[in-house]
């Protein structure tokens, strides 16, 4: 099999199975699919998806600087706690949108919202940097090619698994709503984005 190919297959996989674990991003994603429609959460999905692609290059770009220096992802990583918090007191208490409203509400709104959630993800460029060493020990990765496949697979690997919490929002659409009538979905956002600042700052810090 030719080195891009394998590359993109691989890295593809890669992605797919490292996204697989909740995550602002996948709540964002199964969000919009349950309070708007499918197709808003496929334009979460496709704006969440292009920060695999910025990380992958800057690890592409800058693998063996970024190891040395760790300002980038201290900033990253410190940026992570007030995003969490802000956001998840937002939730806590933005009461719940009318259908009118919710018919109105504009797609590049949702599509900003995912892309800065996967923006201010601090494990992409250490999870990308690690893969990158990884691949190194099969691939020279020196090509265009070989490069293009790579950052291409991070992108189509993240996209896949997003689709796929969209569908199953929509697919279950109707049980997980019922789930949320008795408990605010808006809430259940807000204590995990405040529990995950908790354990940011901990991780940190503690």
Not at 97 to 113: E, R
Not at 160 to 167: M, N
Not at 176 to 193: D, E, H, M, P, T
């Amino acid at each position: 099999m030719p080195e891009p190919i394998a590359i993109l297959l691989l890295t593809a996989l890669i992605s797919f199975v490292g996204s697989v674990q909740p995550g602002p991003l996948n709540l964002a994603v199964v969000q919009a699919t349950l309070s708007r429609s499918f197709k808003d959460g496929v334009y979460v999905a496709v704006s969440g998806s292009l920060p695999e692609v910025i990380y992958t290059i800057a690890a592409l770009k800058g693998r063996f600087w970024l190891m040395q220096n760790q300002i980038l992802l201290e900033a990253l990583q410190l940026a992570a706690i007030p995003f969490f918090l802000i956001t998840g007191l937002l939730s806590l208490f933005t009461k719940a949108k009318t259908t009118a409203a919710i018919k109105t509400t504009k797609i590049p709104k949702a599509s900003l919202s995912g892309f800065g959630k996967g923006m201010l993800n601090p494990q992409l460029l250490p999870f990308w940097l690690v893969v990158l060493v990884y691949l190194h020990s099969f691939y020279s990765l020196r090509s265009f090619s070989s490069q293009l496949s790579f950052v291409l697979g991070a992108a189509l690997g993240s996209f896949a698994i997003l689709l796929l919490f969209a569908w199953l929002a929509k697919r279950f659409q109707g049980q997980l709503q019922g789930l949320f009538l008795r408990f605010s979905f808006n809430k259940a956002i807000g204590l995990l984005f405040i529990s995950m600042a908790v354990g940011q700052t901990l991780r940190i810090f503690f």
